[in-house]
Structure formats: C-alpha cells, structure tokens
C-alpha cells in the first residue's frame, strides 16, 4: 500500500465525518464539503491502487526480462520494427 492509498483512505473518512456532521446540523455547505473532499479521497485511492498495480506489473516484467534476456532483446526489436512500419509514411 502506497501513501496515496492511505492519504486517499484518511481524506475520504474525513469527508464522509464532515458530510454526516454538516448533515446533522443542517449546514449543506459543509455537507457539500465534505462529500467533495470524500470524493477527493476517493480518487487519490483509486489512483494509489492504479500505481500499485503498474509496480507490480513492472517488477513481474523485470523479472521476465532477467530469466530471459535474449527473449526480451528480441521481442523489443520486433516491436520497434512494429512501430516503425505503422508510422512510416
């Protein structure tokens, strides 16, 4: 778990607190605060976890890469080749 996520997690517990207590209160200003800051919350969570599992993606394909270099040599040739006859003019 990266910081994001748990930033993410303490900012949407903060705003659901500041939405239930603008609620009871009846302040619809800091009702509406909160649900944004909840929402905030909610996206840097989501956004940790995406960068979590593109670590590990990259780690599981560094890893690939080790157990068989000539393999990755190989596979990136065939794609820069790839890419070059789809962007030639």
Known sequence: MNEDRVEGTIKDFAG???ST?????GDTKTSAE???RQAAGQ???AYGAAADQIRGLSEELTD???ETPLLAV???????YLIG???AK
Not at 74 to 80: D, F, K, M, P, S
Request: net charge positive; aromatic share 0%; no cysteine.
């Open 64 to 66: 690939r890469i080790h």
């Open 43 to 45: 996206a840097q969570d």
């Open 85 to 87: 006859r789809l962007t």
């Open 34 to 36: 909160g649900r944004i």
């Open 74 to 80: 190989l596979g990136a040739v065939g794609l820069g």
């Open 21 to 25: 207590a603008g609620d009871l209160l």
């Open 16 to 18: 659901r607190a500041q």
